[in-house]
Structures are given as C-alpha cells and as structure tokens.
C-alpha cells in the first residue's frame, strides 16, 4: 500500500516515550531509590545501598522488560485479530482466547495436580505452562474462526465469542472446586496478573514466544493488507486465503496464549491500543500499524505497571485490574467520540 | 464458435451450479480484447454465479472455460490475479482506508513480499486514480465516500491491477442514472482505449444495449450472445420477461411497462 505520509516524527517521539516510561518504571517501586542512583546503577556503577542494585537489576530490570513484551504481544494480537475477523471490537480477552489460555492453565495447575499429583515446576514447568495456555488458546481461536465462517454477522460473532469465554470459566471454577487450596491459589494469583517474579529462563522464553509471533506477523503484512477489503478481494488479489489465515492464526495464539501464560490474562490491551494508535498514525497499512501498535503497548504496559506499583508503598494492585480500569473507558471514549469505531 | 488467438475468455458448453444442483448449462460465448459485455436476465437465473465461476470463487460443474488461452483451472493463484480482477458486490471489509491506498492494494500481485512500490506501481496508481477521476479524493477515507464514488473507486482497483479480464458484478446498482451512466463511459472507455475484456452483470439493460459492443443473456435456456443491435433483430429481449407485464420496445432499445 501506498503510505501518503511518513511517519518518521511519530516513531522518534514513541521511542522517546517508550525510553521514558521505561526510566519511570524501573526507578519506582516499594523501595525509594533516587533517580539520579538509578541512573548511575544503570550506567553500571557500584551502588551507595548494595540491595539496590540488587533490586534494580534483579526485579525492576526483568519487570520492565516483562512489561514492554507483555504490552507490546497483546496488542499485535489484537491488530491481527481485528483485521483477521474484520471486525473493530476483536481483541484476544473479547473473542475468548484469553479464557481459552486460561483453561489451558487452569487444567495445567490444577487439573494435572489431580491426576498425577504434578508439582514439578522447574524451567520445564514454565514451558509446559506456556505450552498449556498457548494451546487452550489456540484451540477456542480455531473454534472461533470455524464459527466466523459460517457467520457473517459480527455481531453474533462477539456474542459466541463470549460464550466461549462463559463456558471456559465455567469449566475453570468446575476445576476450582475439586482442587487442592494450594493449586487454587496458584491459579487465582496467575489470574491477577503480574508483570514480576520473572526469572531470566522465563523472560527469555517470552521474548522467545513474541519474537516468534512477530516475525510470523511480518510475514503476513501484505495479506494482512489485503485482507482490508474484504476475504474474496484477498483471494482476487493473489493470497492463499487458507495459508495465510493459519499463519495470522498460529501467530495470534502464539502470542496471547504464551503472553497469558507468563503474565495472566491481562484484559484490554488487545483491544485498545490498536485503537489508540489509529488515533495518531491515520493508515491501515500493517508496514506502519505493526511497529506502531508493538511501541504503543509497550509504552501503556509500562504505565500501567507503574501505577500498579504504587510508588513508596509495599502493596502491588493486580495488572489486569489497572489495564481494565484504564482500558475500559478509553474503549467507550473511542466508541463516544467516533460514533463507530472502525479498523 | 470458432476459438482464434484474439479470444481473451473463451467459454464453451460451461455448466455452473453449487454442488449437484445446477443453474445455467450450455452457457457459450467468447470474448475479444477491449470489448465491453454485459450479462443480463431476471434474478436468480445465474448472472452471479456465472461471474463467481469466472472468477474463481467457485468451482464450475461442467465445460470450460479458457482465460487467454490457457484454462482457468491451470492459473496459480498469484498468475491469475495477474490476468483475472473482480469488482464485488461486497463493500471493502475496513472504510477506514483511503482511496490512494486501497487502489494501491491492487498493485498487490506485482509487489514483492513486503508490499513495496515500485515506480511502475506508483505509475499504475496515478493513471487509475486518473482515468475514475479520483484525484482530489486521493486522501478520502471510504466511508466518507458516496455510493458513487466508492464503486468509481472500486473499479480504479482493478484497474490498478492491470489485469486482461476485469469481472464486476452489478456495478450500477444503488447508484441514479446519472451515476450509472457515468460508470458504464468509464468502464466502456477501459476497454476500448487500453484494450481490457470487461464483463459485467446488470439490471440496466437499456443502458448495456447502448454503451455494450456484447450482450450474454442469460434465459435459462439458449442463452444468446452477441451484438446488442442483433439482439434486438432476433428479439432475444422480447422473451426476457413475461410479456403480460413488460414489453421489449425494439425501436427505442428499452421497457415499456405492458398497459
């Protein structure tokens, strides 16, 4: 597609942004360190305190770092959802995907637990538990595109969507009854949400999985353009509507499934920050929206991770209860303001 | 009919249906470089199908069909969307497009993985954007289009792609006459000046009998084609509709509601 402008400003002033959030983020938290010792613990000096270089790099580092993947995932998640199903209000937590990771978590801690007594939570954990709710939500993601075949109606489409999400959460608190408190616990903090507690095995791994969704995505962006028009415009244009529909789809669920895995099911960004993108960069060209959306949600990860913080204090809130405190009414704001939200 | 090399489509004996249940047979007719023709005849007797068969949406069930001498079937999916362009019924999917960008998706056959311009592409753009008069809504979005200038748009597409057959299926409908009549100059003079085969499904017949230099109509059984003026002098027209109702005025080429 043909970019009428560049947007060459646009990205130097969201990578500035993102470098700021980033420096916000890693210098509050639970213990005060002034600013001006994080930046020199960052530039790689000795600290006046020794714990806090500990903290610096041993939680807030890897935190941040959790926080621009996490951010950055789901919202290329949900771009490619919402020109996958065509539709403005698709995003990994609408459609379900993010109940079907939870499932598949869900029948990884507790369920296992039940059969086998599984406790084995290692790295090889880590990668089962990623692999458990990357399928669960891989799985409700191919029912919800069967069901997208044979309805046009988008509206019905979202509705099934929650039901799906219904009837996971459904089969999740079936689980939730018959299992030991201790997995019941395990499970509910996973479901909070947390951006922390990432060891560098797991960060890896996830920069690993979003690494892999985006390079999948890349390859997609001239379907994915063409997929603008509409499926039959697709094909007429060259593009092997099956292919490239499974590489979109592989793609989403390796994201929001391995996002959900690590960090809990995190609402809203997939569905907002595209949205709030659009608002600045005015193109449906994936060429731009991809790089786009992955800094926007970096940048929202990081904000909402700070506030979840609350700065000088021990207490942390749940990440997924302060993204859908701010997503959420952005959502309405959109839908207020433009009369129609439109992708 | 005999096949000669000038033929962009050929269709001989062609069957076109879903699954076992067919809606037109014997269905034959060929197609030159720059000819304009339109399919015309009552709803449901197959002016979609037809145009879905062509394009490839669906599989035909019978006959064949040849798309500049090679068959239909044998086109890879990346040729044919460099020979075969559609004009859908369906409205784009995403409104939120401008006009220069989604003319510049159908550049999408030639551009390599990434989707990137060339200066032939950025040549292809201007000239469609040109030839529908699009110039000044370059930088309109979709939906602030009227139905008009969106089917304008449309068309300019498929032009862009450059392709030797372009299908459209109903393109005049929801517009007014003028806007109807706009449409069919500019898909005539797409033909006649850059030398593209255009078929086009229509309810205007009186319009396609002026403006077409073919006419397919489709009857449920011969099916005709040919030259509008030998349409009339056969009187192919006057068995289109029941006669109680409509009848075809062969000296002024249209419909006169029976008294």
Same mark, same amino acid.
């Given at each position: ?10 990205f ?18 639970s ?6 010792d ?5 530039? %790689?000096?000795?600290? $006046?305190?020794?714990s ?5 790099? $041993? ?34 937590f ?42 669960g ?15 046009k ?20 608190s ?8 201790e ?6 903090f ?10 560098i095995?797991?960060?890896?791994l996830?920069? %690993?999985?979003?690494?892999? %969704? ?16 509409? $499926? ?16 979109i789809?592989?793609a ?25 993108t ?6 449906? $060209? ?12 970096a940048i ?6 700070t ?8 207490s ?9 405190l ?18 | 009919?005999?096949?000669t ?12 249906g ?36 062509l394009g ?23 040729a ?13 999917a ?43 809504l370059r930088n309109?979005k ?34 007014d ?15 006649h000046e ?8 229509t ?5 396609a009998i ?18 509008p ?20 005025d ?10």
């Open positions: 597609m043909l970019a009428s402008r560049t947007y060459r400003l646009s130097v002033l969201l990578v500035l942004a993102l470098l700021c959030s980033l420096l916000l983020n890693i210098s509050s938290g213990v005060s360190i002034p600013f001006s994080v930046l020199s613990l960052l530039g %790689g000096t000795t600290p $006046e305190i020794a806090w270089g500990y903290i610096v790099w $041993e939680y807030r580092v890897p935190k941040a770092f959790t926080s621009i993947f996490v951010g950055a995932g789901l919202s290329l998640s949900g771009l490619l959802m919402q020109t996958l199903f065509r539709n403005p209000l698709a995003g990994p609408v459609l379900g995907i993010s109940s079907g990771a939870s499932l598949g978590a869900a029948l990884l801690l507790m369920g296992t637990s039940l059969l086998a007594g599984y406790t084995a939570f290692g790295f090889l954990g880590d990668v089962t538990l990623a692999i458990a709710a990357s399928i939500s891989f799985l409700v993601l191919l029912v919800v595109m069967v069901v997208a075949q044979r309805v109606d988008t509206m019905a489409l979202l509705i099934i969507g929650l039901m799906f999400g219904s009837i996971t959460s459904a089969i999740v079936v689980l939730a009854y018959f299992s030991s408190a997995n019941l616990q395990r499970f509910i996973w479901s909070f949400g947390s951006v922390g507690n990432l060891s095995n797991q960060l890896l996830l920069g %690993g999985i979003v690494l892999l %969704g985006v390079l999948l995505s890349i390859t997609s962006i001239k379907s994915l353009n063409a997929f603008l028009l509409g $499926e039959h415009y697709a094909q007429s244009l060259g593009v092997s509507l099956k292919k490239s529909r499974l590489i789809i592989i989403t669920g390796v994201l929001a499934g391995g996002i959900t895995a690590f960090a809990g099911p995190i609402a809203f960004v997939g569905l907002a920050v595209p949205h709030l659009r608002q600045i960069f005015d193109t449906m $060209e994936h060429k731009v929206l991809i790089p786009a959306v992955m800094l926007y949600g929202l990860m990081l904000l909402c991770d506030l979840a913080q609350l700065p000088n204090s021990a942390v809130l749940p990440i997924n209860a302060i993204t859908s701010v997503g959420a009414p952005v959502v309405i704001w959109l839908l207020v303001r433009k009369r129609k939200m439109m992708f | 009919m005999a096949k090399e000038k033929n962009i489509l050929s269709i001989a004996n062609l069957s076109i879903y699954g076992n249940k067919s809606v037109a047979n014997n269905i034959d007719f060929d197609l030159e470089a720059g000819m304009l023709c339109g399919v015309v005849g009552i709803n449901g007797i197959g002016k979609s199908t037809l145009l879905r068969t490839r949406f669906q599989p035909k069930l019978g006959g064949a069909i040849s798309l500049n001498g090679q068959s239909l079937e044998k086109y890879g999916s990346n044919l969307s460099k020979v075969l362009s559609v004009v859908l019924t369906e409205q784009p995403s409104k939120n497009l401008t006009v220069q960008e989604l003319i510049a998706l159908g550049r999408q056959p030639y551009t390599n993985w990434l989707g990137t311009l060339t200066q032939t592409d950025k040549q292809q753009i201007e000239a469609s954007l040109d030839a529908f008069l699009l110039n000044e309109s979709c939906h602030e289009l009227s139905d008009g200038q969106l089917q304008r748009v449309l068309v300019a597409r498929a032009m862009a792609q450059d392709t030797s057959l372009i299908l459209l299926d109903e393109p005049t409908t929801h517009l006459l003028y806007h109807k009549v706009q449409i069919l100059k500019m898909l005539q003079r797409l033909a850059r030398q593209k085969t255009i078929l086009f499904t309810h205007e017949i009186d319009l002026q403006l077409c230099d073919r006419i397919l109509i489709l009857d449920g059984k011969e099916h005709p084609f040919g030259d003026c030998e349409l009339i002098e056969q009187k192919h027209f006057d068995r289109l509709f029941p006669s109680e109702m409509v009848q075809f062969a000296k002024t080429g249209s419909f006169k509601v029976s008294k």
